[in-house]
């Protein structure tokens, strides 16, 4: 079963502006990761965020955590076309990495 | 430094056919995963190996097998392909600990096809 669902399930934005994705999961976690996919390839990590934040950095991309309402937003700021990707939320769950199902952005030039 | 290889990239198979999918990593990581794709769906796990030695099943392992031959190699064997599981196939591998608590790095995948 999936533990986190990404939503919109896809984004297409002008390239200068921002992009949000959001990730909703159903059970308690240590921590949340965010996953970036390019067309064809394997997934490569973005960040980490541990229980006990409520935001973190790294870049242009700026992660927040609200364990409360079971959700996590990770923010693209001033997006480029080489941006485009599926990105994908990690929760951990019974000591296993369970991945939603992505939402794909589109940055158009 | 390859990181996180798999051969072989692509895979046609006939239902019934056996093939094992290799990966090797040459990070010294203690856990390694195995995870398939579908279309407009996340990352399945498959099967992990959270050291040398173990193996354990993970969300769905019907139709697979796993070998851990070494701290680097783990690789991923169908005994009989169906259909079912035609996909992309990921390895993936990470230090030691519970699974979300590391990053996990990425191969680059194997595409299986199986008529």
């Known amino acids: 079963s999936q533990q986190g669902e990404e939503d919109p399930q896809a984004l297409s934005i002008q390239e200068g502006e921002n992009a949000t994705m959001n990730c909703s999961y159903k059970t308690s976690i240590n921590n949340l990761q965010w996953y970036r996919q390019n067309s064809g390839r394997g997934l490569v990590h973005l960040i980490l965020?541990?229980?006990?934040?409520r935001e973190k950095h790294s870049g242009r991309l700026r992660v927040t955590l609200d364990t409360s309402k079971k959700s996590s937003s990770l923010l693209i700021t001033a997006s480029r076309a080489a941006d485009t990707a599926s990105y994908f939320c990690a929760t951990d769950q019974g000591g296993k990495l369970i991945f939603g199902q992505g939402t794909e952005l589109s940055v158009k030039p | 430094n390859a990181g996180v290889t798999q051969t072989p990239k692509f895979q046609v198979l006939k239902t019934g056919q056996s093939m094992t999918l290799q990966c090797a990593q040459d990070?010294?990581?203690?856990?390694m995963y195995w995870y398939r794709q579908d279309p407009g769906m996340g990352l399945r796990l498959i099967y992990y190996s959270a050291s040398e030695g173990t193996t354990d099943k993970g969300e769905v392992p019907n139709g697979y097998n796993v070998s851990r031959l070494n701290k680097r190699e783990f690789s991923l064997r169908l005994e009989s392909a169906a259909p079912s599981q035609t996909s992309v196939y990921f390895c993936?591998?990470?230090?030691?600990?519970?699974?979300?608590?590391?990053?996990?790095?990425f191969g680059p995948g194997t595409r299986l096809t199986v008529t």
């Open positions: 965020i541990r229980s006990n934040e």
């Open positions: 993936a591998s990470s230090e030691a600990g519970q699974a979300g608590r590391y990053e996990q790095y």
């Open positions: 990070m010294n990581h203690n856990s």
